[in-house]
């Protein structure tokens, strides 16, 4: 069942991204998402980006539902139904977290959480998200951007790869672009670091039951959408491909 929220406040990230504030007053774990309907149109799957008794959801247009979610103004009701997935495990071990893109959006939350230091990835400057908020949580934030106009001139994984080699991490915690995470996680194997990385697949019920968000045998909606290097290792479709919305499985 959806219950009905209001938008409390709407703040643009970047060109293409929003937050959009609600309040709702049930428990959320760092990493789980929420099924979102925007009235008349759709409903989509989103990370939850604040989860205390004030939530809110950071957007990125895409297409059709997420450019309507994204101009809906404070005063305007949309409804959401969740917590959905599992969420990161949080634990005591020295952490690196690596967020891609809109993929900052259930990293946020962690973040607030435990003390970790973290690379932001983007393609370019302007659409670096969260970046004044977390370093008021983490020591070490390094930027990297694809076209050189911020910070190290490369991709989140090079970044990551070279503090991997430096900075003694236990683990890493991920979310980004499936191609970044396929390449982080083979980093990760490389040094024999595990990983708890956060996934995407089309997504239809949200509660195991249409099977629109299988990988392999895994329906991503309640066995992830994080999973960790154990299950990462058992899922040759991860980085290779993925289905779309009528089912059939297309290349990444
Ligand atoms: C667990 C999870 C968490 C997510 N969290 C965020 C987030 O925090 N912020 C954010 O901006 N985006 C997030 N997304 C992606 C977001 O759900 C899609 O971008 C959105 O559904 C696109 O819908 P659209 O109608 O705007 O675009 P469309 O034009 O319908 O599609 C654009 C792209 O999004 C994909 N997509 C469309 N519908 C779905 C769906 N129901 N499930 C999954 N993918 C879909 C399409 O395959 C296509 O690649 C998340 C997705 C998942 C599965
Ligand atoms: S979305 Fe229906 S089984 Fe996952």
Same mark, same amino acid.
């Given at each position: 069942m959806s219950d009905a929220v209001v938008v409390k406040e709407r703040r643009p990230e970047s060109k293409d991204t929003v937050t959009l504030t609600f309040d709702w007053d049930v428990h959320v774990a760092p990493g789980q998402f929420l099924m979102v309907w925007i009235p008349g149109l759709d409903e989509? &799957?989103? $990370?939850? $980006? $604040?989860?205390?008794?004030?939530?809110?959801?950071? !957007?990125?247009?895409?297409?059709?539902? $997420?450019?309507?979610?994204?101009? @809906?103004?404070?005063?305007?009701?949309?409804?959401?139904?969740? &917590?959905?997935?599992?969420?990161?495990?949080?634990?005591?071990?020295?952490? @690196?977290? !690596?967020?891609?893109?809109?993929?900052?959006?259930?990293?946020?939350?962690?973040?607030?959480?435990?003390?970790?230091?973290?690379?932001?990835?983007?393609?370019?400057s302007d659409e670096i998200l969260f970046e004044e908020e977390a370093s008021r949580y983490c020591n070490v934030i390094r930027i990297s951007t694809d076209d050189g106009s911020q910070g190290f001139h490369g991709n989140a994984v090079q970044l990551a790869e070279s503090l991997m080699d430096e900075g003694g991490y236990e683990q890493v915690?991920?979310?980004? &672009?499936?191609?970044?995470?396929?390449? @982080?996680?083979?980093?990760?194997?490389r040094r024999g670091i595990p990983c708890q990385l956060s996934l995407e697949r089309y997504m239809k019920c949200a509660v195991g039951i249409c099977g629109s968000c299988m990988l392999g045998k895994e329906r991503v909606c309640v066995d992830g959408p994080v999973f960790d290097s154990g299950r990462l290792r058992m899922l040759p479709e991860f980085g290779r491909s993925k289905r779309d919305p009528a089912g059939r499985l297309i290349r990444i």
């Amino acid at each position: 069942m959806s219950d009905a929220v209001v938008v409390k406040e709407r703040r643009p990230e970047s060109k293409d991204t929003v937050t959009l504030t609600f309040d709702w007053d049930v428990h959320v774990a760092p990493g789980q998402f929420l099924m979102v309907w925007i009235p008349g149109l759709d409903e989509i &799957p989103m $990370s939850v $980006s $604040s989860v205390g008794p004030e939530k809110s959801v950071t !957007v990125r247009k895409a297409g059709e539902a $997420s450019s309507a979610l994204q101009d @809906l103004q404070p005063g305007d009701r949309f409804a959401v139904r969740g &917590p959905y997935g599992n969420g990161y495990n949080l634990n005591g071990l020295k952490t @690196l977290v !690596v967020g891609g893109g809109v993929g900052m959006a259930p990293l946020m939350p962690v973040l607030r959480t435990i003390y970790a230091d973290l690379v932001i990835g983007a393609r370019s400057s302007d659409e670096i998200l969260f970046e004044e908020e977390a370093s008021r949580y983490c020591n070490v934030i390094r930027i990297s951007t694809d076209d050189g106009s911020q910070g190290f001139h490369g991709n989140a994984v090079q970044l990551a790869e070279s503090l991997m080699d430096e900075g003694g991490y236990e683990q890493v915690i991920a979310c980004g &672009p499936e191609i970044m995470l396929y390449y @982080l996680f083979q980093a990760c194997e490389r040094r024999g670091i595990p990983c708890q990385l956060s996934l995407e697949r089309y997504m239809k019920c949200a509660v195991g039951i249409c099977g629109s968000c299988m990988l392999g045998k895994e329906r991503v909606c309640v066995d992830g959408p994080v999973f960790d290097s154990g299950r990462l290792r058992m899922l040759p479709e991860f980085g290779r491909s993925k289905r779309d919305p009528a089912g059939r499985l297309i290349r990444i």
